[in-house]
């Protein structure tokens, strides 16, 4: 197989830091005919470096995240019905884990208008939208914070978390197997993403269905430990069997974006 080229390599940068490219904008960026971009992006799905969706592509894999501006970009509209719908299971007075990821975000936007709730969170964007709440107590975990995102990671935040036995955990994944395999990308995240899972009562896993067109390289763990996955849509009966199987409630909130995001 031939080496990318140096416009591939192009396409694939522009894919990781706005979450998708479009065949018309790249044809008129590079001012080359939308054929030749159509190969090239065909050439990179062959090398399982992106996925095509309808009109452009996505990065498929690989072992570093996309940008967080561009994942908090992707797929808006069922991030937004995603949040509601786990938003709507958690009762006021309880308690909760809210961990790092666009959706869980969208959560706690969603959980604005709730009453006695005690949220602890190691997602400065979590935090940034709950903390002049004040019917909400806010507990902020500490530790290094990734420049990235405002996760807060390693150790000290394990430690943390663990301090804590509450009702629900709002937690997300960077991608998701067809066997019900949860991955990340950072062995550190995953690690509070654990002690978050350990001490919790029940799991609410909120992801849309780009996630299972993605894989990561750090396992978090499995659908099993899930108690309610909430998605847009689930294509995979491989992955619905699995749900049924280990007795996962399955809440699809249908698909909302036209652009296949």
């Known amino acids: 197989m031939n080496a990318i080229s140096s416009r591939q390599q192009d396409i694939l940068g522009l894919a990781r830091a706005q ?12 001012d080359v005919s939308p054929q030749t971009i159509r190969k090239d992006l065909n050439d990179l799905c062959v090398r399982r470096l992106m996925s095509r969706v309808h009109g452009g592509a996505v990065v498929a894999s690989g ?22 719908a786990a938003a709507s299971m958690v009762p006021n007075r309880a308690s909760l884990f809210i961990n790092i990821g666009t959706t869980t975000e969208e959560v706690a936007r969603a959980l604005s208008d709730h009453e006695d709730l005690l949220v602890i969170t190691n997602n ?9 709440h004040p019917r909400i ?6 530790g290094p914070v990734r420049h990235a995102d405002g996760a807060v990671i390693g150790s000290a935040a394990v430690d943390f978390v663990r301090q804590f036995r509450v009702d629900y955990a709002v937690i997300g994944a960077s991608a998701i197997e ?7 990308f950072d062995y550190r995240e995953v690690q509070v993403a654990r002690a978050i899972i350990d001490n919790a009562r029940q799991i609410i896993l909120v992801a849309d269905r780009s996630k299972l067109e993605r894989t990561a390289p750090v396992r978090i763990g499995s659908m099993s430990e899930v108690d309610t996955f ?12 699995v749900c049924q199987r280990e007795q996962v409630e399955l ?3 249908g698909s909302l974006d036209e652009d296949g995001f």
């Open 178 to 184: 067809e066997d019900g395999t949860l991955l990340d």
């Open 124 to 132: 400065l964007n979590v935090a940034t939208l709950l903390y002049r």
């Open 251 to 253: 809440i699809e909130v």
């Open 137 to 142: 107590e806010l507990i902020m975990a500490g």
């Open 63 to 84: 072992v570093e995240n996309l940008a967080y501006e561009a994942r908090r970009a992707m797929a808006q509209g069922a991030k937004r019905a995603i949040a509601e």
């Open 19 to 30: 979450g998708r490219v479009s065949v018309e904008d790249l044809a008129g960026r590079f």
């Open 230 to 241: 909430v998605t847009d849509t689930v294509s995979s009966p491989e992955l619905r069997h």
